[in-house]
């Protein structure tokens, strides 16, 4: 679920320099910042990192937030941009790492049932699933984890993205189809 925005008026005091309201916003965007992170990157470490970069670059860009767009799609575009990087930089390492799959999963439903194996089975179903979004090209996997794990809309990917909102639309669609694709394989692969 998306980061709830931020009111106006923290935004402003924190532009003024009052470090509580600086760190309330921290406070109520750290959780949503990392997991975006965790899920581009995945690596715990990582993306520690990269919540720990984002924040500094929010602090240096809060003077220039203008509110032309929401501030928390203002801020993650500013924490995007400091994953991609990380991503690209640290080709090496991403080809040399197991990613952590099940420390940040969605939570797991299990529809009211307590069978051990239904809720075996239905966690192994996340686990490929979230297998397959992390084995997705970066673009694919960003757009996907803003739409359908932070619930931001079109619009506000196209924001974030500083893409057309058509272009959002076909990345979901291209996106989906790789992530069908894959989950299809993996079960002839299982069969």
């Known amino acids: 679920m998306a980061t709830p925005d931020i009111a106006q008026g923290l935004i402003d005091q924190a532009i003024q320099g009052n470090a509580a309201s600086y760190e309330t916003i921290v406070k109520l965007t750290q959780s949503g910042i990392y997991n975006l992170a965790f899920r581009i990157l995945n690596n715990r470490e990582e993306a520690q990192d990269a919540t720990q970069e984002a924040f500094i670059k929010l602090y240096q860009a809060l003077p220039s937030y203008r509110g032309e767009a929401r501030f928390t799609s203002w801020f993650y575009r500013i924490a995007i941009n400091v994953c991609l990087d990380r991503y690209r930089r640290n080709k090496r390492i991403r080809e040399n790492t ?69 272009t959002v639309g076909t990345l979901l669609h291209r996106g989906k189809a790789v992530l069908h694709k894959k989950l299809n394989l993996s079960k002839e692969g299982r069969n």
């Open 98 to 166: 197991v990613p952590e799959y099940t420390e940040h999963l969605s939570p797991l439903s299990t529809n009211g049932q307590s069978n051990p194996e239904q809720i075996y089975q239905a966690k192994q179903k996340l686990l490929g699933l979230q297998k397959a979004i992390d084995e997705l090209p970066v673009k694919y996997r960003t757009v996907i984890v803003l739409r359908h794990m932070e619930g931001f809309s079109y619009q506000e990917i196209a924001e974030i993205m500083q893409l057309p909102v058509q």
